[in-house]
């Protein structure tokens, strides 16, 4: 089957480019066409979170994001995980409510006090 | 006791344990091996008071502590396990995207509110998180972990846990897709649905 060219609806659409006007069309299709779909996009955003991107591929994806909304949030949300899981060791008395039990921490408390002997 | 006070470490065990020990079985799902990390985790802290400094957080500095003994954990596990079965890995939520490759707009991702620092405030956000991770495959989520809330790099990912980096950006997509889902359903629709 034939690549269909992108031709998104406006409605609904809160990227900067969408089909407004005639030549908002001819952008979004043409931007569409060279710069990768996103099922792809985000397999890239994500290789990108562990090691550079090609400087190329930065342009690529500067411009497919004028044309793509959720790409955008996509990357925004990558990042976001990451701050917020970064954190999350030292609110993990928080997510969980699994006991600590007194026998384990006295256990410790003994070892660490034999460990000062 | 080499470097700090018996009654220090001991208040440590009180103040920061219980936050260890879930992270810790969050981590390795094991009760026994969590309560062994946080043990030696503390000793640790002992040994090594003097370099602490007080430039972090007590807890930050325990949490270091805690990560690197769970890296460790697993260097000695990866020699035993094979990271080479691509279970969970199938699935692209293709029904998000029309046949072409494009978001199909209702699907796309939506806005994520409130932001980081005010979310790191709220509890119940801890929990879906924790939810969402444990939903992740076994050996899927052992190499988010290590990635995102440990930071280890990626190379030093592929070598404790033995696969190659193409095997370990596969299995970091899967697991970001899976749980950005999770986190957005579970958590950032509802916020958005109460303020509605």
Known sequence: MPDEPYNPSPVGNPSVLARRNWWQTMLVKFIGKHTPKCREMIRILSKSMDEPMPLMMRIKKRLHFLICCWCLRYEEQLRYMRQTARKFPEHADEASDAEFSSEARERIKRKLEESAR | MNSTEPHTASNWVDEHGECLYRYALVRVRKP??????????????????????????????????????????????????SFTDMEFLSDEFSEKFVPVGFWKHGLGPHEWKPEPDEVMHRREFWQVMRDCLSMLPEKIRVVFTMREMDGVPSKEVCSILSISDSNLWVMLHRARMALRECLEMNWFDKTAEEKT
């Open chain 2, 32 to 81: 026994e091996i969590a309560e062994d990390l946080v043990q030696e985790t503390f000793l640790a802290a002992v040994r090594g008071y003097e370099k602490f400094g007080g430039r972090s957080t007590e807890r930050s500095w325990l949490v270091g502590i805690l990560k690197n003994k769970i890296v460790d954990h697993f260097r000695k596990l990866g020699r035993e396990t």
